[in-house]
């Protein structure tokens, strides 16, 4: 008993220093948790910034970062007074401060990550340099070449082309009208084949010949052109031979290059043309090579036919049919110029039986008209012949007015022979309707809204009368403030044509567009 009563008392009078280390090391285990949460957070925070951004530099009072995948540094051991009874932490610093810190350096980091991210996005996706008004022209789809010949620099790239093609470059005639001074104009009286000599290896008789007849005047119209150039390259197929070493698809698209540019030269290229030109290239470019050059050569005479038959021919045969259901007994039709088409549909109609009269309205200096009386008479048809400047006291016992069309543009416009635009206008005011007949081939995607950007200049001499005094224009040239302006197209809104007939149907202006992305999407 006495022993146990001695240890009670050892007990009892023992400092309590046994219970001290407990509680220093809960204190500890407080302090390491805070900073392991610290520590973690930062750990998260270098996670995100991967990209290598420098460490920002901790605030007074806070722990220092350590890398990842080190120990944790253990805290220096803080006295249990200083932290009993006292509610700011290590720091000596309130919570409000502290968080107040913590929102400024959150911020800090936020705006940093900003800044390096600005920097690194140019790196890792490059910018596009921004194009100076110079540059900023390459971007714009090419302008065809015959409209740039107030351009130097375009016309030394084009006298290069035709150099290496050997194609003579035929040059401008007489002053031109400042505002189509971007046009070529051309003499008849000059020629191409007399400023040079053209080699028969570099442009084939038969597509010479066909420049010549394009330059004098002597093939007219755009069917009567397109039908024969498709002519003239079914020859050129025909003829054409592969040289040894060459595939047949690439050397022939290589070898109608300078029959194209020659022909270019002659007289500007039409709708129809460029369309049939692209349906050729195409078809080229689509033989397999498997076939031999005689089997390729026939399948390409094929096609031609082909386009010729459907596009033109049968597209005619369609567009007379859906004409002749608008023409009706007793209706006055204007007609206006020569257009093949327009005269086929009045003489088919005529041939069914129908009874109508025709006045053909004529302009100068062309006088197309003639030749439209001339065919409508020789049918049996009754015809009265203007000039364009008595529309307005002929329209009011028009029924109806027929129209053709040189191209239907993408946005609806009718591009034809310059006066139609002013006939639509005047028949508009009228309160008389416009029919346009137009095969679809005709079709393009250039978009024109004037007459001035895209043209054609004819020959200015042929605006010159002979009369019994003499010429009265004769001396034009010499006259230094005297410009001749002889156009060749106009451009008719969408709003003045109130029906397109086509070998598709009857159509509006507005469904242009629709009628191209169905021929995209066949071709």
Known sequence: MAARGGERERRAGSPPASREPPADRQELSKQEKLQLRKEKKQQKKKRRDEKGQPAESSAPGHPQAQPPGAAPSMPA???????????KPAGGKSKAELRAERRAKQEADRALKQT??????????PAKPRLQPSEAQSTVKRVPEHVQVDDPAAQRRLAKKLERQQVPLRPDYGAKVNLFSHLHQYSRKMPL?????????????AVVR????YSQGLLNGSNARCLALLQVFRQVIRDYSTPPNEELSRDLVARLKP???????????????GNAIKYLKKEISGLPSTLREEEAKGKLQGSIDGYVREKIQLAAEAISKYAFEKISDGDVILVYGCSS????????????GCAFRVIVVDSRPRLEGRDTLRRLVCKGIRCSYVMITAISYMLPEVSKVLLGAHALLANGSVMSRVGTSQIALVSKAYNVPVLVCCETYKF?????TDSFVSNELDDPDDLIVPGKGGAHLRGWKENSSLRLLNLVYDVTPPELVDLVITDLGMIPCSSVPVVLRVKNVEQ
Do not use: W
Request: with cysteine; charged share 15%.
């Open 193 to 205: 084949t007399q400023q040079m000599s053209i080699p028969s290896t570099a442009i084939h008789p």
């Open 116 to 125: 390096k991210k600005g920097e690194s996005t140019p790196a890792a996706l």
């Open 341 to 352: 088409l327009v005269n086929r549909t009045l003489c088919d109609a005529h041939a069914n």
């Open 444 to 448: 393009c995607e250039r978009v024109q």
């Open 210 to 213: 066909l420049g010549l007849q």
């Open 77 to 87: 051991p803080v006295p249990s007074e200083d932290l009993v009874g006292s509610e």
């Open 259 to 273: 029959y194209i540019s020659f022909l270019n030269q002659c007289r500007p290229l039409s709708a129809s043309m």
